[in-house]
């Protein structure tokens, strides 16, 4: 991954990036601007917080997301695909909607309608 020459952060998620104007029309910029999310299971309850891009909260349901979350890439969306780090919000939000049973999420969680358009290539 890239690093960001000023405070060596990976480039989509630096904060020097907001600083710059000519990030306010880049495409990339969604990933850093992602609000912070809840996600529950039963009376379990987990936070993505994005100031700090970490995951808190009921430590069996931090771990049973953390544990798919192996750094590697992986295909989500046709030719999509996913830094799986518990830093990105939709590699974390995928692992809990996709890989674990009864998680809900409050209503600032990442949003794939704009990536699963039919017939669009992204």
Same mark, same amino acid.
């Given at each position: 991954?890239?690093?960001?020459?000023?405070?060596?952060?990976?480039?989509?998620?630096?904060?020097?990036?907001?600083?710059?104007?000519?990030?306010? %029309?880049?495409?990339?910029?969604? *990933?850093?601007?992602?609000? /912070?999310?809840?996600?529950?299971?039963? @009376?379990?309850? !987990?936070?993505?917080?994005?100031?700090?891009?970490?995951?808190?909260?009921?430590?069996?349901?931090?771990?049973?997301?953390?544990?798919?979350? %192996?750094?590697?890439?992986?295909? *989500?969306?046709?030719?999509? /695909?996913?830094?799986?780090?518990?830093? @990105?919000?939709? !590699?974390?939000?995928?692992?809990?909607?996709?890989?674990?049973?009864?998680?809900?999420?409050?209503?600032?969680?990442?949003?794939?309608?704009?990536?699963?358009?039919?017939?669009?290539?992204?």
């Amino acid at each position: 991954m890239r690093r960001c020459s000023v405070c060596l952060d990976v480039v989509i998620y630096c904060s020097c990036a907001l600083e710059d104007d000519s990030w306010k %029309t880049n495409q990339k910029r969604w *990933v850093t601007d992602n609000p /912070s999310f809840t996600i529950f299971r039963g @009376d379990e309850e !987990a936070e993505w917080i994005s100031e700090t891009r970490e995951l808190v909260g009921d430590k069996k349901l931090v771990q049973d997301i953390t544990k798919h979350l %192996t750094g590697e890439d992986v295909v *989500v969306l046709h030719q999509m /695909s996913l830094p799986m780090i518990v830093e @990105d919000p939709y !590699a974390v939000h995928h692992v809990a909607s996709f890989l674990l049973d009864g998680c809900s999420f409050s209503e600032s969680a990442p949003d794939w309608d704009k990536y699963s358009q039919p017939g669009v290539i992204y």
